[in-house]
Each structure stands twice: as structure tokens, then as C-alpha cells.
């Protein structure tokens, strides 16, 4: 066991544009060595201008996913209003240092459109929050994208340039990383519409 | 604590501890809130029972968090204790959203509280109306919250001693345009109204809040002023 976060590999990738943000993940689910399924879910929509990116243990991403639905849920219906992107990524900074000494092994993305400015956040495993960069990676696959990321990254990109480069930054990193890939795909939230788009990376 | 509870049903369908705790309410000072378009405004009585008391030492109204407050008609300890409450719930959810709490979120919070006295094994009731004045994103708001546990939200209200008059007063007085000085000015005169002896800037407390979101409790010199004006 090389390590709990490398169990199931996977890779994901957070990026900030003007006025949108884009996410993309991997699709591999793999137990060590085998790859399991080519179409395993890691980046979810939590509300309508709210999206959360999971990256480490399998289960754990499932599981901390429907924590967080759950929560969002309850927050809905109790408050009778929509959660804002910035108190939904403090939500999970918390829910995971409640787990402070027997975490969830994931390592998540938030990205959200607050009143049309883009919100990217990003966390360790006990709820670190870093809100700092235009972009963020996670998973097995990430320091092969930031590689990517750092040479085609510019600030301020429009829709479709943000698909273009972070899709490329994750097809470069997943390409490299043996546990990550079996395609991609990229999610590009705007204020009017949420696109999502299938990628090849190299098929091992 | 005992397994069965104190307040339980009469052959009428009442909750006889409730209405006795409503009394209780009944009998205290009087409070009176005013929302306007721009501020909330709460006034209290503060009358001391002797002279030898040190005034500065009794706060009637509770600051809960920088735009909330909140202050009471009843027992003056039973108030203590739930606006203690009042502000640790706000700091949980400080705490888990880090995100300023609504005052309609902490007065649900708090009037669960409230209610679990009214069923939970050998406690009773608690024996205040609070009044829960607040601004946050959605505007001033004005919050009674009972004995029961029922909570209401008002434009203006009062609680206490003399409430009844109060109300038919603020009926005839209060007008949706209002903005925070006026509201200050009628909840002053309605005070007034109803006042045993002499109204001065230091027996009662003014508090608030205007739409800066800050809640502020006005000094004596400042309610000098006010009801100066009155006159």
C-alpha cells in the first residue's frame, strides 16, 4: 500500500476565468495496478453556480459528496435560500476538521460564481482552507498539471479559452500519471450555463 | 431532572405553564421595538427598585452578535441565560459557514430552545418574551419570541407591563415609510405614554441598529437629546 491517497488515483483541476470557472477531473476509478471502471464521477454540481471537485479515496469522495449534498439540502430548505459559493466552501473547511483525527482521505476543489466573480477554493484532507490561486490541482496526477498549467495559464480567460487550457493541462497530466486518466472531462460554469465536454487522454 | 414533565395538557387542550409564564411577562417592564425602512430601533424600562442600586451595572438590552440584539419583558435571569445561549449559537455558525447569521436563522435556533423547556422532563418554561432586533443582507428585521416558543416577526411591537396600550398607541402611529429616527422618536413617546413617574435618559436603555449593520446602545447623553425633543 503506497499510500491511502494512491489507492484509486485520479486526478482533478479547478481554474479561474473572467466571470466563469472551469473544473476538470479524470475518469478512471482503479484499485492499485487494475483499473476498475473508465467513467467514475469526481466533479459535482452542488447547486446551480456551485461545483466540487473530489480527488484521494474513492469512497471517501462518494461519501463526503453526499455529505455535502446533504448539507446543502438542509441548508435550503431550513434557511429558504440558496448557499452562497464563499459559505459553502468555509462548510467544507469545517466538515472536514471535524473529522480532524480520522479524516476523509480527499482532497477537494470548490469553484462557485458569486454574483458573477469567480470563487476557486482548496483544501488538505483536515479542512485547510487555500483560496489564493487562479487555479488548483489535486490527486496523483497534480504536479504533472501544474506544469501544464503554469505555461498556459493566463488570467482573465474567456469560456472557451479556459476549456481549451485546462482541458490540455489535464489530458498533459493524466497522459504522464499512470494511476490518472481513461479520459477526461472538463466542466466550464458560466452565469448563464454549465458546459460539460468528454476529453481522450491516452488510453491506459 | 425527572422522567415526566412539568407542563402537560389541561382537560382544555392548555398549556397551563405557558400561560402562566406569559403572565410572568405579563408583569415585567416594558419593551418596545420598532423596524423602519432603514433601522430598528428597541426601548426598554429600566426601572430600579431603590436608589441604592447601581444603575450602570443593569443591561437590559443584549447584544448577540455586531447586528444583533435583543432585549425582554420578564425575569431578568431567565434572559441572561437565553441570551447567552442566543450568542453561542451564532458563534456555531460562525464557526461552521463563517458567514453572519440571519436573525430569522438565530431566532429559529433560539425558539427551539425555548420550546425543549416546554416538553423536555423537569424543567419549566422560560419566563420571557424577547425581542430579537436585528440587520443583516435581507434588511432590519423585529423578532418576538414567546415563552411557547413561538416566534413572530413584527414591524412594530411591544412586551411587558404595558403592552396592550402600547400597541393600540404604535397602531395608530407607525407608518411603513418610517424611517430609524422617527421610529426612535414614536417608540420613545410611546414609552412615554405609559410611563409611571418621570422618564429619564436613566431609567431606560435605547438601542439601535441602523443599516451600517452595527447595533449600538445610545448613551444617556444621547437619549437626553431624544427625549428632549419630545417635549
Known amino acids: ?204 | 431532572m425527572t422522567d415526566f414533565a412539568l407542563t402537560t395538557f389541561s382537560s382544555k387542550g392548555k398549556l397551563l405553564q405557558i400561560e402562566y409564564a406569559l403572565n410572568a411577562v405579563a408583569k415585567g417592564d416594558t419593551a418596545i421595538g420598532i423596524k423602519a425602512k432603514n433601522g430598528v430601533v428597541l426601548v426598554v424600562e429600566k426601572k430600579q427598585s431603590s436608589i441604592l442600586i447601581e444603575e450602570s451595572s443593569v443591561q437590559k438590552i443584549a447584544l448577540l452578535t455586531d447586528n444583533i440584539a435583543a432585549t425582554y419583558a420578564g425575569l431578568g435571569p431567565d434572559f441572561r441565560v437565553l441570551s447567552q445561549q442566543a450568542r453561542k449559537l451564532v458563534k456555531k455558525y460562525d464557526l461552521k459557514y463563517q458567514e453572519e447569521i440571519f436573525v430569522q436563522t438565530l431566532s429559529r435556533e433560539l425558539a427551539e430552545d425555548v420550546q425543549i423547556a416546554t416538553q423536555r422532563g423537569g424543567i419549566r418554561p422560560f419566563g420571557v418574551s424577547i425581542l430579537i432586533a436585528g440587520y443583516d443582507e435581507e434588511g432590519p428585521h423585529l423578532v418576538q419570541l414567546d415563552p411557547s416558543g413561538a416566534y413572530y416577526s413584527w414591524k412594530a411591537t411591544a412586551i411587558g407591563k404595558q403592552a396592550k396600550n402600547a400597541k393600540a398607541f404604535l397602531e395608530k402611529r407607525y407608518n411603513a415609510d418610517m424611517e430609524i429616527e422617527d421610529a426612535i422618536n414614536t417608540a420613545l413617546l410611546t414609552l412615554k405614554e405609559g410611563f409611571e413617574g418621570q422618564i429619564t435618559p436613566t431609567n431606560i436603555e435605547v438601542g439601535v441598529i441602523r443599516d451600517d449593520h452595527v447595533y449600538r446602545i445610545l448613551p444617556p447623553s444621547q437619549v437626553k437629546d431624544y427625549l428632549e425633543e419630545l417635549e
Open chain 1, 1 to 204: 500500500m503506497s499510500g491511502i491517497f494512491e489507492y484509486n488515483g485520479g486526478s482533478i483541476v479547478g481554474m479561474k476565468g473572467k466571470n466563469c470557472i472551469a473544473m476538470a477531473c479524470d475518469r478512471r476509478f482503479g484499485q492499485q495496478m487494475s483499473t476498475i471502471t473508465t467513467n467514475y464521477q469526481k466533479v459535482f454540481k452542488i447547486q446551480d453556480n456551485i461545483l466540487l471537485a473530489l480527488s484521494g479515496l474513492n469512497t471517501d469522495i462518494h461519501t463526503f459528496y453526499a455529505l455535502m449534498e446533504k448539507e446543502i439540502n438542509l441548508y435550503n430548505l431550513k434557511e429558504n435560500r440558496k448557499m452562497k459559493p464563499t459559505t459553502f466552501a468555509n462548510l467544507v473547511a469545517s466538515a472536514l476538521y471535524e473529522r480532524r483525527f480520522g479524516p476523509f482521505f480527499v482532497t477537494p476543489i470548490v469553484a462557485g460564481l458569486e454574483n458573477g466573480k469567480p470563487i476557486l477554493a482548496t483544501y488538505d484532507s483536515i479542512g485547510c482552507k487555500s483560496d489564493l490561486d487562479d487555479f488548483q490541482v489535486g490527486g496523483t496526477g497534480g504536479n504533472y498539471i501544474y506544469g501544464a498549467c503554469e505555461a498556459f495559464f493566463k488570467p482573465d480567460m474567456s469560456p472557451e479559452e479556459l476549456e481549451e487550457v485546462i482541458g490540455q493541462s489535464l489530458v498533459s497530466g493524466c497522459d504522464r500519471d499512470a494511476l490518472s486518466g481513461w479520459g477526461g472531462v472538463v466542466y466550464v460554469l458560466t452565469e448563464q450555463k454549465l458546459t460539460v465536454k468528454i476529453l481522450k487522454t491516452k488510453q491506459t
